[in-house]
């Protein structure tokens, strides 16, 4: 097909935020244990943090890094996991049916993300503790010393604050399987008291309530209307959480999964804005997306990987990512940036061997995976505002979303940068796309990138670990203002300008 793309330097969406390149580092499996976490391993420094993983975490240019879970949090004791470490207890995690040990916790974590350059995010438990838990642990983290909390962060060899910005107030409290679910009614009464005492102690916090675990929830919108009105007052943010994967063998459905964040987004922005309306509210919600990703669940159910036995650190959610999937998450952080008007933050879920970018072997290497692509170049190249591009592009049909366009695009600028990030959504056509620039004043290009393959499946394992990488899209050329590249069947490219 043949797309043409106009580029308006005014057609300003909103700042890129760098909290759009947050992850997720959850309690499960082996995120933390051989994953940020392996003393014995060849790499790890005096704390026994992996330091390929660290490389590999910087690469991938992710900012906010929420903590410690996910399901993980609604069990969890913060204070099992601080002080000497001999003196830790050890738990079962209900949510993965696993041992934690507590040899790695919130103050490692808190070291760990100096080493990464990244900002800390909790979340609270508060569906099976209270409000006086949540309290305890924002002293402990955020109050300077001169407490009995602050103290022992001191005494336990942090002398300065955490000084932890957002926090969520607990996790997917919608879900049956969370330990602790609740109605909205319940949680919106729960959330809203602890925002409230939280802001007590500091009135600047970023306080995230649970949305949805999924658009496809029965109680989807609902539950985020009931919860804002019991907690509007008192939090910033209301969260949604996104997987997808590819359903029996519908690539064309699921190269389109964007459509389905879109509508999500729209639908929360609305009932957000609706509560605040008849609030008479000023103030508006954002959103954090701080769970999404491509998850093949099905496949996990069905193998039954949680079984009877209670282990520590198993192979849990160990998803390994094709070509196709990598032009998902391409696709999606795109749509994260063109909603980044109302989508203030985000986590790619998660960060190291769950469902996550970066791979480690115990003992051995740590590798990308084919997702790891899109999202650490975006992160590097988007800079500035997000503008939105006007799109003519033929559609497609697809089973579950209709008619959807075949390429779509986003671009950001700054004075002397900017960057186009696109998408082929087309199963056997490469795309001709010719892009009008001349607004942006820019006349080089700097980088052009794709990530395409004759084998939209093949992807990155320990045996092959450079399987699939981007290569140079030798097409892109920019002459008088006028920016033409070819884009590969199943691919996602980003190009440079100057
Ligand atoms: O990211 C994996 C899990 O997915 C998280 O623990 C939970 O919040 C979600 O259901």
Redesign the pocket.
Known sequence: PRVRIELDRQAVIAPVRRRTFGS?V?H?GRCVYTGLYEPEHPSANGEGFRMDVVELVRELGSTTIRYP????VSGFRWEDSVGPREKRPVRRDL?WHSIETNQFGLDEFARWLKLTGSEMMLAVNIATRGILPALDLLEYANHPSGTTLSDLRVANGTPEPHNVRMWCLG??MD?PWQTGFMTADDYGKIAARTAAAMKTADKDLELVVCGS?GSSMPTFGDWERTVLEHAYEHIDYISC?AYYQEHDGDLGSFLASSVDMDYFIDTVVATADHVGHKKRSNKKINISFD?WNIWYLEEHKASQEVNDEWRHAPRQ?EDKYSVADAVVVGSLLMTLLKRGDRVTSASL??LVN??APIMTEPGGPAWRQTTFYPFSITSRLASGEVIRPVIETPARETARYGDVPVVDAVATVDEDHAAVFLVNRDLTESAQVTIDVRDLGLSRVTEAVTLADPDVYAKNTLAEQNRVTPSANKSATLADGVLTVELPPVSWTAIALA
């Not at 879970?69 to 993980?72: A, D």
């Open positions: 997720f959850e499960l879970g996910g399901n993980f949510a996790n997917e879900g675990s959480h769970e959610l879920a998660q769950v469902i």
